[in-house]
């Protein structure tokens, strides 16, 4: 996901030289060890003597993590480029390792003179201020008894990440201003104590939104099983950085948490049992992308949930998996990557054809993938699927909830609506009953009002769940 770090106002001028405020371009909250093999340069020339203030162990999403040098520098513009690499702590990058992903971003950037550079543009957590604006979700069209539709607040992560307002007042936003009543939220996103959020700013979030009728669906919980070393935590730490997020979303009134299908893995699954029992959770286990239910590894997930046969364990299945093709916006930012046309001729007539992956894996393996066009890339071979909704018959009485995951909304050709069209179609003869929860992944390229794509994919899908369901009731 390519998030911004540096700010207009990141470039300023101190009494002992400079400073330069950073913004974590990450979708939550990481050690601030994380950061590795940090250069800066100011108008060519790197900067040697960095020193980063220190701010505790946490990189805060919202907050800017402050490097300074003794550098001085003239008034007017200034090029300045920062690259550096991140320790990504809860993602694998193999057999024996974190991931650990490279950033750079350079830009034309004019000093401020700081009184305090130092400050972190950190937030307090007042997330009812705004309670008595609230404006009521408009009703969605007639769906079947027992499902609910929700609003991630993932989908206003650039937002969070500008940190103009406080993320917990964006998440309770969702509500007041009528988005939708049930949410999704990032613990990782929202409070500064995660991953052991304190109990103050986990009950000003509630109150909050119980003040403006909103409930919370289900808390994303983070699992980092490498430290800041990239040493990997055994079970019992893996266990003891868990329980605080778990406790957090009982205190909030969760009916669940969530991670990636398998991260946990039986041993833990099983000792995570007693606690989400006795906290009345649904750990939610996460399937998206190419995880289909006969890929081997997902399989081994699967089996591991039903072989403990309580309720308090569960799948989330990410609409991700039900793509019939490319989003229109995803194959233009390829386009304007300087990807070669018959790649992407492959790519726009023919996603599902097996030889499409092939191509894709040989372009990378032959270093025909632009540096700065990696990560976006790498979504055809990890974030996007292939399948059809029938592939989950089989899985549905394990299946708790569904993320609705959306790209764009440039639908002529149904390969928006027809996938939550055919799900709602599956889950009507099923019998399903959960939350179904629009989640917007098209941050990477597509710079859009969250708050606009959030309520327009909402009443898409109201209306393709319900013409499925009634599908179903035909059929039936």
């Known amino acids: 996901m390519s ?46 003597d960095l020193r980063i203030r220190p701010c505790g162990d946490w990189w805060f999403l919202q907050d800017r993590l402050v490097v300074e040098a003794g550098q001085r520098l003239d008034d007017g513009p200034h090029e300045v480029a920062v690259s550096f690499r991140l320790l990504i702590p809860y993602l694998q990058a193999g057999p024996d390792g974190p991931l650990i992903l490279p950033f750079h971003h350079a830009r034309t950037l004019v000093a401020e003179v700081a009184a305090d550079a130092g400050a972190s543009d950190a937030f307090g957590s007042d997330p009812g201020a705004e309670a008595t604006t609230r404006v ?24 969070a990440v500008r940190a103009e307002r406080p993320a917990a007042d964006i998440a309770a936003g969702v509500v007041r201003d009528g988005v939708a009543s049930v949410i999704e939220i990032e613990p990782g996103q929202m409070w500064r104590g995660f991953p052991t959020p304190g109990d103050d700013e986990v009950d000003a979030f509630r109150a909050g939104l119980a003040s403006a009728d909103g409930t919370v669906s289900i808390v994303g919980a983070s699992l980092d099983d490498w430290d800041a070393s990239g040493r990997r935590r055994d079970d019992d730490e893996r266990l003891a950085f868990l329980l605080p997020q ?10 669940g948490v969530r991670l990636p299908i398998g991260q946990a893995g039986s041993a833990l699954l099983a000792r995570l049992l007693p606690h989400l029992q006795e906290l009345d959770l649904v750990l939610l286990e996460e399937a998206q992308g190419r995880q289909t239910p006969d890929d081997p590894q997902t399989a081994r997930a699967l089996e591991a949930i039903a072989s403990l046969d309580d309720p308090h364990v569960r799948v989330l299945v990410d609409s991700s998996m039900l793509m019939p093709s490319l989003p229109v916006t995803y194959l233009e930012a390829l386009r304007a990557a300087g ?82 069209r055919d799900l709602g179609a599956e889950l009507g003869r099923a019998g399903f009953a959960g939350t179904l929860c629009s989640e917007w992944g098209g941050h990477e390229w597509l ?28 059929r039936t």
């Open 136 to 159: 009521r979700p408009a009703p969605s069209a007639d769906l079947p008894a027992g499902w609910t539709l929700a609003a991630s607040a993932f989908n206003w992560t650039p937002e």
């Open 447 to 474: 710079d859009a009002d969250p708050e606009a794509m959030t309520r327009a994919h909402l009443a898409l899908s109201a209306r393709s769940l319900a013409a499925g369901a009634l599908t179903a009731d035909v």
């Open 339 to 420: 990807f070669e046309r018959a790649l992407l001729d492959r790519l726009t007539s023919g996603w599902r054809d097996p030889a499409t992956i092939d191509a894709l894996v040989s372009t990378l393996r032959a270093g025909a993938v632009p540096p700065h066009a990696h990560a976006l890339f790498m979504d055809m071979l990890v974030r996007f699927g292939r399948s059809d909704a029938e592939v989950l018959r089989d899985i549905l009485p394990l299946i708790g909830a569904f993320h609705l995951k959306f790209w764009d909304l440039e639908d002529a050709d149904g390969r928006v609506s027809n996938p939550i």
């Open 246 to 255: 778990l406790r957090a979303a009982h205190r909030i009134g969760a009916d």
């Open 3 to 48: 998030l911004p770090i540096l700010l207009d106002d990141a470039l300023a001028r101190t009494a002992d030289g400079v400073a330069l405020r950073l913004s974590l371009p990450w979708i939550r909250s990481l050690p601030v060890s994380s950061l590795r093999d940090l250069e800066v340069s100011i108008d060519g020339t790197p900067v040697t």
